[in-house]
């Protein structure tokens, strides 16, 4: 069974940094586009960051370019993101995702972590 697990998620104060993991089992996602999203109390699931699992490349919603940076470790099927300089308006649950879609859409992804609570405070 495929499964995502997220892991990290803390209380933290602005302008501190947290690293999320998450963990991939049960398959291989080396064809997927592995994400990080995010969802704030009665906002949409909106999109932060992806990377490929080939070369690498990735790509940064604007409100956290240069602040956030997603890697991967393809001998641990695991993939992470470094999150400095936080804010409060960062606060939210942060989803592991994997989509065949390179810059996803909620819509677009096909598997789900259980997600991680971020709450930044100020």
């Known amino acids: 069974q495929e499964q995502l697990e997220e892991s990290g998620g803390r209380l933290v104060q602005a302008g501190g940094s947290l690293r999320l993991s998450c963990a991939a089992s049960g398959r291989t996602f080396s064809n997927y586009v592995m994400a990080w999203f995010r969802q704030a109390p009665g906002k949409e699931r909106e999109f932060v960051a992806a990377i490929t699992w080939s070369v690498s490349n990735t790509y940064y919603a604007d409100s956290v370019k240069g602040r956030f940076t997603i890697s991967r470790d393809n001998a641990k099927k695991s993939v992470y993101l470094q999150m400095n300089s936080l804010k409060p308006e960062d606060t939210a649950v942060y989803y592991c995702?994997?989509?065949?879609?390179?810059?996803?859409?909620?819509?677009?992804?096909?598997?789900w972590g259980q997600g991680t609570q971020v709450t930044v405070s100020s």
């Open positions: 995702a994997a989509s065949k879609v390179l810059i996803p859409r909620a819509e677009h992804v096909d598997y």
